[in-house]
């Protein structure tokens, strides 16, 4: 019974046809792999934010025109990515729940003043990362946060 079936798999031809679908998809996959994607010069003295994953989504607010705030809020990220990668919850436990409140109220002030730009671009973007990229770097931030109280 199983043989008959078997037998019929392979003169239908199904299984010729899994076999090169699975063979593309491994080497998509070992493709992407080998790609080492651009990393915006930007974002390359904040090695924390790099490494953290978080310049996909900050790449977005460089289209908001606001370089002062966009360079602050890397500033505060990376200060606050490294103190709760090598810090100890005793010590820098409230230091790091204070900078993560302070990302968001940056990110925050960010958009809201890029959404009153006179450029409808820059507006539209800003609307378009409240929308779809703050919810993301909010739960990245609090998870960080959480992570490193459950470290200890």
């Known amino acids: 019974m199983i043989r008959q079936m078997w037998q019929q798999l ?5 299984l010729k046809d899994l076999g090169i679908f699975a063979g593309a998809y491994a080497g998509i996959q070992v493709a992407n ?4 994607p651009e990393v915006d010069p930007i974002f390359e003295a904040y090695p924390y934010v790099q490494a ?4 996909p989504l900050l790449t977005q ?4 025109e606001q370089p002062a705030l966009h360079r602050d809020l890397l500033r505060v990220i990376e200060g606050f990515l490294q103190a709760a990668t090598t810090g100890n919850v005793r010590v820098d436990g409230f230091r790091v729940n204070r900078q993560a409140n302070d990302i968001l109220r940056r990110l925050k002030h960010l958009v809201d003043s890029s959404k009153r730009s ?4 820059v507006a539209l973007a800003a609307m378009d990362f409240e929308r779809d990229d703050m919810p993301v770097v909010e ?5 960080t946060v959480r992570n490193m109280l459950l470290a200890d």
């Open 10 to 14: 392979l003169a239908s031809g199904l």
């Open 33 to 36: 792999r080998l790609h080492t």
């Open 52 to 55: 953290f994953g978080y310049v």
């Open 61 to 64: 607010i460089t289209t908001l």
């Open 118 to 121: 006179p450029n409808d671009t």
């Open 139 to 143: 739960g990245m931030v609090n998870n």
